[in-house]
């Protein structure tokens, strides 16, 4: 299975401001994906990154607010914009193994925002 | 969209019983994939399950699928405090895609020594 290196690990942030999550993988994929897990909840997916064209937002997500970057196949960024404390939540990216039977998690960002 | 339903939400069990989390859709699932997660970590793959009527273990777990490809279980035998963490199941997401996964809301498992 792929390795993703995620960054930062945990971060505080002021209100109004944005932070900006990287993901990098150890290998080429065409897909990867934004999770945001609130403290003690489930996983909620954000978007699907896609390399060469836009990300794919699900409902209640819009790029504003969660701008995309996915400049090659090993690498992404998910921008959190004009945060508020209920932005304060774990992001993760995530990638398909081989063959699309499980997908590895980055170690995520504890973001909390005051 | 498609959900997929869990219980129970938390379990707390002495070191050495037993532990079942189960996971229900209200439609038919192409599969299902379990994780783990530990304290303060991130969700780890387990297994996927993709046979109507499939069982697949791994050393004291057992993951079972439904015939209907509606339900699945995962099961514990002799809990250790290693066991501890929230056990998901995750189904193929929205619209069809089995590329974005829909995940249960978990269950929390701790294990008294």
Redesign the interface.
């Known amino acids: ?1 792929a390795v993703i290196s995620q960054k930062p690990s945990r971060d505080i942030c002021q209100r109004g401001t944005s932070l900006t999550i990287q993901c990098q993988v150890d290998s080429q994929v065409t ?1 990867m ?1 934004w999770y945001r897990q609130q403290p003690g ?5 954000i978007a ?1 990154a896609n390399q060469g064209s836009e990300a794919t937002y ?2 209640g997500f819009v790029i504003d607010k969660f701008p995309i970057s996915r400049p090659n196949l090993t690498f992404s960024t998910l921008t959190v914009s004009n945060m508020s404390p209920e932005d304060s939540s774990i992001y ?1 990216c995530s990638v ?2 081989y063959h ?9 960002t504890r973001l909390t925002v005051v | 969209g498609q959900q997929v339903m869990q219980i129970p939400q938390y379990q707390h069990v002495q070191e050495g019983e037993d532990f079942t989390t189960y996971c229900n859709s209200s439609t038919t699932l192409s599969n299902i994939q379990w994780y783990k997660q530990r304290p303060g970590g991130h969700p780890v793959f387990l297994i996927q399950l993709v046979k109507s009527g499939e069982v697949k273990k791994q050393k004291r777990l057992t993951f079972q699928f439904g015939e209907a490809k509606k339900n699945s279980s995962l099961h514990i035998t002799a809990t250790q405090t290693t066991d501890v963490g929230t056990y998901f199941c995750a189904g193929p997401g929205s619209g069809g895609s089995n590329y974005k996964l829909t995940f249960g809301k978990g269950t929390l498992l701790t294990v008294n020594p």
């Open positions: 299975s897909m994906f909840q489930s996983l909620t997916l699907t699900e409902s993760l398909p193994f699309d039977t499980g997908y590895t998690f980055g170690s995520g």
